[in-house]
């Protein structure tokens, strides 16, 4: 379409066209001059940023148009959608909450490069020139009272945000940090650097997979003859907790993925300290309390739908001593990524759509999840971009012998380069669902540990653990570490639990059935009240 169609379309949609009411006759509208047309473009696009898109009217939520050099560009979202102003792109109906607004509300900056400075040391100027202390800046509170101080907040802009590594400051055990992706802590030779490998689940533990977990890890063993271990990210609702108890009993680590799990993936991209307090540490009071951990081991939390929470999500886990995050995504490269600490500004781009990584310096480990090469053959060329859940890594149903070529491909581009522990993320169901795809992954399973002395199948804590007192692999089959809970033999706590029948005030109308080993609550916990005692 034209810019001069365009435009005309644009003057008849407002009503006006060469100072007139537009007649429209028999769906044809009356073009206007060219310079009309350029007169009104360049008026509607005066105060427009580049690339932004807006409403004409509010007849249609699904119509927005956009100016460029060539003109007014115009954009018509599928039926079922319409055109969400906030985020830019076309969405769910339900989701989109400005079909009153024609464009997207203007975000003041505050002045931070000027060529004299307007405010005295330790203050900065907000966008309307009122000085403020500087350390209310992107703290996640408007304190200016245009909202400036939280308007540019990204990693480059926050003027609190993360200093550059610097490696002569930053020392395991407590801080690991890089600048460059080859390094490796202590500078080890990879060769003499073990290969983990981090197997994680997330979501709900219960009888739907239960089964699963021990045909994946009974009788599988490491190179120091301890049960391989995984990590478990458990969500609240539906979850056993009687089996979570045994699954911890056996070794494996258990970490918090939200009681909650909001389906609305904006909620933990802006989510307050508070809410995810109540989510995160929360879930933790949860777990230890129905699943009865009492060794402080719950220290470790991912993200629903891998959504980072910004400087929020980092604060609460340090004010309530969660060690390690793993949510944040970093893209696919070669070699990959190392785990590091937040004292220092993260090693990569905040990759994804609309995501919120922090900007600021945190005493938190993070667990970063290295997206894994898709490509059915990695030597040849191939735009394709990486993945993070195993099970969002197939626009299609692989074939055994498809995944695992995949399962090999991205073992060898982590044990071939710096030996980055490597990163199998799943939702059960895509193992539970396909027996082939399973077998394939038992028989990788099985082959990787046969073949490699120098492999082991660890927690996410048991990472940190070496990270922080790095040894050669020859060292390990004596690992005091990696010993815990080596080979747990024995019946469960309890067969079963309780299958506590209740339900609160915070979902109403809803019975949910909570088993667990302890005692029933009174009610079923929930955000305000994790001990379900019936109060909040």
Known sequence: MTSIRVAALALALLGIASGEI??????????????????FTKELCRDKGAGEWFRLDLNDCRDVIQCTEAGLQALRCPHGLAFNLELQTCDWKDNVKNCNQKEK???VKPLLNTVEPLCQDSYLACGDGTCMERHFFCDGEQNCSDGSDESA????????????????????????????????????????????????FDDAINIENIDLYQIIFDNRFNPNQCTIKSTFFVSHKYTNYSAVQDMHRLGH???????????NETFWTKASLDEWEREMAGARVIVERFANITDSSVIGLRAPYLRVGGNNQFSMMEKNAFLYDSTMT?????????????????????????????TRSFAVWEMVMNEMDRREEPTIEEELPGCAMVDSCFSNKPTADQFYKFLVNNFDRHYN??????????????????PEILDAFLFWLDETLANNPDVYFVTMTQVIQWMQDPQPVSNLKN????????????????????????????????????ATCMRCPNRYPWLLDPLGEGYF
């Open 153 to 200: 907040c990204d990693i480059k802009s926050d003027p609190n945000s993360a200093p550059i590594c610097n490696p002569d400051e930053c020392r395991i055990p407590d801080c690991f940090c890089f600048n460059d992706a080859s390094e490796i802590p202590n500078n080890m030779n990879p060769r003499d650097v073990p290969q983990m490998i981090t197997i994680t």
């Open 105 to 107: 509300k203007k975000v």
């Open 22 to 39: 537009v007649k429209r006759q028999a769906a044809t509208v009356s073009e206007p001059t060219e310079d009309e047309a350029d007169a």
């Open 330 to 358: 970093a893209p696919l490269q070669n070699p990959p990524l190392w785990p590091y600490t937040l004292y220092y500004r993260m090693p990569h781009t905040c990759h994804g759509n609309l995501q919120n990584c922090p």
């Open 479 to 514: 690992y005091e570490p990696w010993k815990e809970r080596c080979n747990v033999a024995g019946p469960p706590y309890c067969y079963g639990g309780t299958n506590c029948e209740l339900n609160t005030d915070e979902l109403p109308s809803e019975t949910l059935r909570l």
């Open 253 to 263: 680590e258990i970490a918090i993925h939200s009681i909650s799990h909001s389906n």
């Open 417 to 434: 380069t710096n030996r980055a522990p490597m990163g199998l993320y799943f939702h059960s169901a895509f193992l539970k669902n396909d």
